[in-house]
């Protein structure tokens, strides 16, 4: 058994949750997730849009480079099979950063620009911890519409990536 960081298997947790949410949805139509409704950015799709926009603005933080977001949910939205291609790439690429980095440079502050003005600083591990609680979060938004359609959301959580993955 390969033994994980806390931060690897947090990742490696997300990217799994993300893959099996995004393929649960996969089959509503475009009405459906672009339906008007009392939640969070709208709508489904720009709820996930949003995740996706976080996703790649903490990305540049981490990485020293403009992110250019003036808001966090973006004007500009990709349809669904791409959103959930480019959100299965920022995954691995999260995944990938994150064995990669030494456990001194996790500790390390990175400084930056909130999207809604001020300077914030976090350490690499406090960014990496949000990014996970933060498509959770949002994925339990997404979920409670969906029951409300009278559709049973895939379970997502941490124990049952781990029960799943115990070969890791």
Request: proline residues 5%; contains cysteine; glycine residues 4%.
């Amino acid at each position: 058994m390969v033994e994980y960081t806390e931060l690897e298997t947090l990742v490696r947790y997300k990217a799994w949750a993300d893959d099996i949410f995004f393929d649960a949805i996969a089959n509503l139509p475009d009405t459906e997730l672009q339906r008007s409704r009392p939640m969070l950015f709208g709508n489904i799709l720009s709820l996930l849009n949003h995740v996706y926009a976080m996703d790649r603005a903490w990305q540049c933080n981490l990485t020293g480079k403009p992110h250019n977001y003036q808001a966090r949910n973006p004007t500009e939205q990709l349809p669904f099979p791409l959103l959930q291609q480019q959100q299965s790439a920022i995954n691995h690429w999260y995944i990938d950063y994150t064995v990669n980095l030494s456990a001194e440079r996790f500790k390390k502050a990175v400084t930056f620009t909130f999207i809604g003005g001020g300077e914030g600083t976090m350490r690499r591990s406090e960014i990496i911890q949000h990014i996970v609680n933060h498509a959770s979060y949002h994925r339990g938004h997404i979920e409670g519409v969906l029951y409300h359609m009278s559709i049973e959301p895939p379970t997502t959580d941490i124990p049952v990536f781990l029960a799943a993955n115990q070969a890791l």
